[in-house]
């Protein structure tokens, strides 16, 4: 089942290596994919979300879970109040919330803002735990081959005959719900993708002339995976990582929908739908603007990761 | 007050009807006023042969029985007696309950070692069953030959829907004509539209914030434990703005508890009120109590929504906010897993605050206090108090009302001065009716009754719940979704009056009792059939109590054999394995 | 080519087998057990040790496993602890549920994302194909239980009694059945497999009321599907469509397209005629990856249109604890996966000569 995930794979990094020029091997990357027109949007998109996470105490009115009847100045505001903006039209006599007010009392439009803080840890975080396992098991599995490559993938092969979710909500009950627990479960079962990446990145490089030769010169199999073959696997992973923050995002919100990953009062996306899904017909604002803000995310990391893909992949390349 | 009035109903009967030794003469002889046709020859059976030793403290055999039967026994074809090991002065109020409903015996023996009776029990209902559509909806159809008046409609559905936005939505598109709990925050929208109607449901449940004086945790020092210290509780119990919380977040209807157990109960809410609201003297307390800056702590919570608690999380929520503004106390909230969080619970584990709630099975002080705070109570809120199990003894055993009542007064105080809990309110919930369904209503137990509607000039009667029923053999069903739909079509020797909680005759036009409160004789009536033609008899009653009351009757099997209620409400199982060594 | 179905159906089954023990590990580390679970408050001590001796719960987990493995193996998955029923009957009432919703999905994301996909080709970098490809990015991003929540809000709440609003939960109106396909052939003596088939058929509703002829309980039952199919499909829609068109854009660039065009052919025709075939290839794989998305998405599908199909079944089974229908279920699921990896597999060879199958 070897093409099931549609894998970046080594070659990609083919017009990419500029060789000779180390120093300037990333802003040439940069200077490529940029030139991508879903890259740029996708760029822009990300930059925006990552000033609001930055500067989220400033531009947030409130805190995320500052209840609005109290603090220096208490506002005597009902629950589920829909958004109230001044220049549209709404009475400047009444307290101004771009998103509205929620269940608790908390202003949804800061609410969204901290959670995109939260969000973007989120996909760092999983993603990065699933690459850094992933490739030392495909890169242990692509270079010793045999029978613990065999064992390896074979492992790889029974987490990918489940669903993501299902998997992923199995083991979320079994070490118990929590923000942190949800991302080590999708972590996990994100943990083959990474692992095929790696391993066939090493297999197309093993026999290539220069590891070959590091090999004739006495260098060790670990100095040879550390030097020669991981740097060169790490485009397409890069990439398969990119595109992965996307999803991994999804499945972490969809996991805290269902009531598993992030607990209330947290200003997560996902666990805000989800508390409020019984408010759609009667205060939706508390879905759509989550929702548009998950969407959003989403949507950037998935434009610049297939910025990447097509400016990196020659067979792509228009 | 309605279930009082059961209770002396019960009490009314006095000692009529004489023990007659069981096995005595064969009752074929039916008097021939009775309008049976000739059923052959019928033997009236007793359970046990010989009754149970009550009190008995086990052999190598055998565990021990503490349970409230001795023996019940089918006298002729229309009566059944129960031999009581002590008075029980809300066994109308029991066996009016969904879970001792009747079956034929005919069918008890042929379907239950094959679970067709979780699906198709042989009932005595104004409906029965003619499809279960797993996952998606049941079936009934009227019962040509009911007992009672037959429903006016043709076919009962019953549907469900874990959402109250999702019920609400298929109540207004007119594809379902009734619905249970809808959310909260649909209320005014419900009652502002003529198409529908709704029907507040008064609650009998408590929701209450707990605290454990005495976590059993390894591990755990529990000198740093603010909750260990009467006076931190008291400030909490203060220091809480519950008609915040009941205002807010509860549906209309609800109410700010003023004692533990709701005051429809019979000396519920005697003895002092609880606290009001007042926060600077509680941040008094709590300063004087060595916590002027506060402390930090733990809300732990599960999110299931239940009639007490309708938004688990929004509610954990603003308890956090008002620990923290009216009483600098900083809480953590820590949601876990249904299940394992009762375990916790049980085992005392949770420690600093935990939210749970109670819902009444039968209406009855018992089943509020004893069970939270009488001797065989878990270790939920840590070392119990010793003054106060004794009098809720007192309060169990008492046949008197005035001893009765005196005892509660002081259980209440108690628990008043000790703070074991903070009861925050009496969760209100109703149920929707397009506004055509005459005879709508909803019933403070959750059972209503459909038989009885009218659903416009419609065939058919569709009713959505919050979730599907497990089993339809509700002797070993626990949970309200299955005995709602138990209820329609098996019926049990007392039913509760519609839309009330008062135990009125059913399949027994009445259950009377001797002197000391031991013996109780039931009439049954004489028309009865059940849905396979089958003809109710004393004997039905004697076997589908059996079943349930002896664990090594060959029947008792059930759905997964827990038999719940069984044992809650009669004491125990009758032939227990013996103790382990 | 029948050497490597064989070689990877051998391959198969350690990693089936890799399936069960991971499945009963997950199922059963985790805490607190199926008898707190059903009766939550009420549980007691002394009821829930007797109901772990009950079920054999009590029993070192290795000895249960080899006990299982047993089971398996005679295609026998047990009984629900929760409804005491067979998980194989739970099975066969459930899947043909999720099936009917996958298909459905996927149905609508071919037809629909291939469509976009060469309109878009068409007109490249025109504004359709801009919008197409904008909006496409989009729904790849739009999560199902966003998406989900606001169709239903849209289509049952906003437009309630327009012509155009569609039911937000079940699978027929109340009152609107449907008869088997047995019942309605006249062939209810039938026993044995055939009828086994014919009854799981049956319960997917759309397929059954359109080859029996039920057209009103046919189009009842597409209506409650509407919402769930688009919610479901609309990833896969996307994704296809962005293939379709890169993939068409692709052959379009290649030797015998310029031939064909350079004989004089149109642009259409050229497109459809000669480039459509060729650049569809990828695409059928695409829809076989799929797949696998549509079963995750399934889960939150099912969970928010309150359908009882597989993914709903299996979560309620694990907040239930009711390890034997969690087992069952997944091992089902896996073994289907398996299958269509397989078939994806497989397709590769046949749609593209190129490719050796070792």
């Known amino acids: ?318 | 007050m309605i279930v009082a009035l059961g209770l002396v109903v019960a009490a009314c009967g006095g000692g009529g009807v004489s023990a007659s030794p069981s096995g005595s003469g064969v009752s074929s002889e039916v008097p021939s006023e009775q309008p049976f046709e000739s059923s052959g020859t019928f033997e009236p059976m007793a359970y046990p042969e010989e009754p149970a030793e009550c009190g008995f403290e086990g052999d190598a055999d055998h565990g021990p029985y503490a349970g409230e039967f001795s023996q019940i026994r089918a006298i002729d074809e229309t009566t059944v007696e129960f031999e009581l090991c002590y008075p029980d002065v809300s066994f109308l109020q029991k066996i009016a309950f969904s879970s001792f409903a009747i079956l034929d015996t005919a069918s008890l023996e042929n379907d239950m070692e094959n679970h067709r009776v979780l699906a198709r029990p042989n009932g005595t209902g104004p409906f029965m069953i003619t499809e279960w559509q797993r996952g998606d909806h049941i079936t009934m159809v009227r019962n040509p030959n009911y007992w009672g008046e037959a429903p006016s409609f043709e076919t009962l559905i019953f549907r469900w829907s874990v959402d109250s936005a999702q019920r609400f939505v298929e109540l207004q598109a007119g594809a379902v004509d009734g619905i249970d709990n809808p959310g909260p925050e649909d209320f005014a929208a419900i009652e502002g539209d003529s198409a529908f109607a709704l029907f507040p449901r008064e609650g009998l449940n408590t929701f209450y914030v707990g605290f454990n004086n005495n976590p059993q945790i390894e591990g755990y020092d529990n000198s740093t434990n603010p909750f260990a210290d009467q006076a931190v509780r008291q400030a909490v119990a203060m220091g809480i703005d519950r008609q915040q919380i009941v205002d807010n977040f509860y549906p209309p209807g609800s109410e700010v508890a003023s004692h533990f157990t709701p005051c429809a109960i019979t000396f519920a809410c005697v003895g002092d009120p609880w606290y009001e609201f007042d926060a600077e003297a509680a941040q008094a307390m709590l300063a004087d109590a060595g916590y002027p800056d506060g402390f930090s702590t733990t809300i732990h919570l599960r999110d299931v929504v239940r009639g007490y608690l309708p938004n688990p999380t929004q509610v954990a929520t603003e308890i956090q906010t008002q620990l923290r503004e009216n009483l600098n106390i900083e809480a953590s909230i820590d949601v876990q897993e249904s299940g394992t969080y009762i375990d916790n619970a049980d085992a005392g584990a949770l420690d600093g605050i935990h939210l749970l709630g109670w819902g009444a099975d039968y209406p009855d002080m018992t089943n509020f206090l004893d069970y939270h705070f009488g001797g065989g109570a878990s270790a939920q809120f840590g070392d119990k108090f010793d003054d106060l199990v004794e009098v809720l003894q007192v309060g169990a055993t008492s046949t008197e009302d005035a001893d009765r009542e005196a005892a509660y007064v002081e259980a209440n105080n108690l628990i008043r001065e000790y703070v074991p809990m903070v009861p925050i309110a009496h969760g209100g919930s109703a149920t929707a009716f397009q506004a055509d369904v005459e005879n709508a209503h909803s019933s403070p137990l959750s059972n209503e009754q459909f038989a009885g509607m009218v659903p416009g000039d419609r065939d058919q009667l569709v009713w959505m719940q919050n979730a599907e029923p497990i089993g339809l053999y509700c002797a070993d069903e626990s949970d309200g979704e299955s005995l709602r739909a138990c209820e329609q079509i098996n019926e049990s020797l007392y039913a509760y009056e519609v839309g009330g909680t008062a135990a009125e005759p059913a399949l027994a036009t009445e259950c009377t009792t001797n002197e000391d409160g031991t013996l109780w004789t039931c009439t049954l009536r004489d028309d009865v059939t059940f849905h396979n033609g089958a003809r109710l008899d004393a004997n039905d009653v004697v076997l589908s109590y059996a079943v349930q009351w002896d664990l090594e009757h060959p029947l008792h099997i059930g759905r997964d054999g827990s038999f719940t209620y069984f044992s809650a409400l009669f004491g125990g199982f009758l032939n227990n394995p013996p103790a382990e060594e | 080519m029948l050497r490597f179905i064989l070689r990877r159906l051998l391959l198969s089954i350690p990693v089936l087998l890799g399936v069960i023990l991971l499945v009963f590990v997950l199922a059963r580390v985790i805490p607190s057990d199926p008898c707190r679970a059903a009766l939550q408050e009420r549980a007691t001590d002394e009821i829930c040790e007797a109901f772990n001796a009950r079920y054999g719960l009590d029993e070192p987990l290795p000895t249960q496993f080899v006990q299982y493995i047993g089971q398996v193996l005679t295609f026998d998955l047990g009984s629900s602890i929760r409804y005491n029923r067979p998980v194989s009957e739970i099975i066969f009432e459930r899947l043909p549920l999720t099936m009917e919703l996958t298909i459905m999905a996927l149905l609508f994301a071919s037809v629909f994302g291939i469509l976009l996909g060469i309109v878009s080709a068409a007109r490249r970098n025109s504004p359709t194909d801009v919008v197409t490809m904008v909006v496409a990015n989009i729904g790849v991003s739009t999560p199902v239980f966003v998406l989900g929540l606001i169709l239903a809000w849209l289509f049952a709440v906003v437009l309630r009694d327009t012509p155009i609003a569609l039911p937000p939960s079940g699978r027929l109106t109340s009152g609107i059945d449907i008869r088997s396909i047995p019942e309605v052939w006249g062939i209810t003596d039938l026993q044995g497999p055939l009828r086994a088939i014919l009854d799981f058929v049956s319960n997917m509703y759309i397929f059954c009321a359109l080859i029996t002829g039920q057209w009103g309980a046919f189009l009842d039952a597409l209506k409650h599907m509407v919402l769930p199919m688009v919610a479901l499909g609309t990833i896969p829609l996307a994704i296809i469509a962005r293939m379709t068109r890169s993939s068409l854009l692709d052959v379009m660039g290649l030797d015998y397209i310029r031939t064909a065009r350079a004989k004089g052919l149109g642009q259409r025709a050229v497109m459809l005629r000669h480039g459509l075939r060729n650049a569809l290839l990828p695409v059928v794989t695409i829809i076989g990856l799929q797949l696998g998305l549509l079963l995750s998405g399934a889960v939150l599908t099912e969970t928010i249109f309150n359908l009882a199909g597989m993914g709903k079944t299996i979560t309620e089974a694990i907040q239930g604890r009711d390890y034997l229908v969690v087992q069952g279920l997944t091992i089902v699921i896996a073994v289907v996966y398996l299958v269509i990896n397989l078939a994806v597999d497989v397709s590769y060879g046949f749609l593209d000569p190129r490719i050796r199958l070792r």
């Open chain 1, 1 to 318: 089942m070897t093409d099931r995930i549609p894998a970046v794979t080594a070659d990609v990094l083919e017009p990419v290596r500029v060789t000779g020029r180390p120093a300037n091997i990333w802003t040439d990357t940069a200077r490529v994919i940029l030139r991508q027109r879903s890259a740029q949007a996708g760029v822009a998109i990300l930059g925006l979300l990552l000033f609001l996470a930055i500067f989220a105490d400033i531009v947030a009115p409130f805190g995320p879970t500052q209840d609005l009847r109290y603090g220096d100045t208490p506002e005597r505001i009902a629950r589920l109040t829909p958004p109230c903006v001044h220049l549209l039209g709404c009475a400047t006599t009444n307290p101004q919330h771009l998103f509205g007010v929620d269940g608790n009392f908390f202003d949804v439009f800061s609410r969204v803002v901290h959670g995109t803080r939260i969000s973007l840890f989120i996909g760092f975080v999983t993603v990065g735990f699933a690459i850094v396992l992933g490739t030392l098991i495909g890169a242990v599995a692509g270079y010793a081959g045999g029978w613990v490559d065999n064992v390896l993938m074979r492992l790889m092969d029974v987490v990918l005959s489940f669903p993501a979710l299902i998997l992923a909500i199995a083991i979320v009950t079994v070490i118990g719900s929590g923000i942190i627990q949800a991302q080590l479960a999708i972590g996990i079962v994100a943990i083959p993708i990474y692992a095929r990446v790696m391993r066939a990145s090493v297999l197309s490089i093993k026999e290539r002339d220069y590891v070959t030769a590091s090999r004739a010169l006495g260098e060790s199999s670990r100095g040879i995976l550390a030097r020669r073959i991981l740097p060169n696997a790490l485009t397409p992973l890069i990439v398969q990582g990119t595109l992965g923050i996307g999803g991994a995002v999804l499945e972490v919100a969809a996991l805290s929908f269902l009531g598993l990953g992030a607990q209330p009062p947290l200003a997560e996306w996902g666990s805000m739908i989800g508390q409020n899904r019984n408010f759609i017909f009667n205060a939706p604002h508390l879905i759509i603007f989550p929702g548009i803000a998950l969407s959003l995310t989403v949507l950037g990391f998935n434009l610049l990761g297939d910025g990447m893909r097509d400016a990196l992949d020659p067979r792509l390349n228009r």
